[in-house]
């Protein structure tokens, strides 16, 4: 089953707005001044980051297979044995580590004894059930952020 990322006000405006900032910057680099071989490389570095951050906004979702949960954020890829997690804090908001998320207050995902990863399915009840149907060994906790 496949799982959309939620996207927050303030995910949205930030990403966004970099993105704007940022083609702002280009298009004023593109009419207003002389081409020369610097302009062209930041023209360029400009082109790929705004697309980054765009891929990662609208291109962030979750899959649950019967034994693994795959995850896409732009450029960041990676699956899960579900068998491998031990517990779901429901709520909780990782500000560092893996976070393949584009929204506060999701599920942070342990596995092992240090191991934690960081989604944000569209709905956070729907996942853990989803996916306590496939393993019920799953300690679901919930916090208030």
Not at 64 to 76: F, R, V
Not at 91 to 100: A, F, I, N, Q, Y
Request: proline share 2%.
């Amino acid at each position: 089953m496949k799982f959309r990322s939620k996207s927050d006000i303030q995910t949205r405006f930030f990403i966004l707005g970099i993105s704007s900032l940022l083609l702002a910057l280009l298009l004023y680099k593109v009419f207003f001044e002389k081409y020369t071989n610097d302009v062209i490389v930041f023209n360029i570095i400009m082109l790929f980051v705004i697309g980054v951050l765009l891929w990662m906004h609208y291109g962030t979702h979750y899959e649950l297979t019967e034994s693994e949960l795959h995850y896409k954020s732009g450029p960041i890829r990676g699956k899960i044995k579900i068998a491998e997690i031990t517990e779901i804090i429901e709520g909780k908001t990782l500000w560092s580590g893996l976070k393949p998320a584009t929204a506060r207050k999701g599920l942070l995902i342990k596995l092992g004894k240090f191991d934690e990863i960081y989604i944000s399915p569209e709905s956070n009840e729907l996942f853990v059930d989803k996916i306590l149907e496939i393993n019920t060994n799953i300690k679901i906790t919930t916090t208030k952020d």
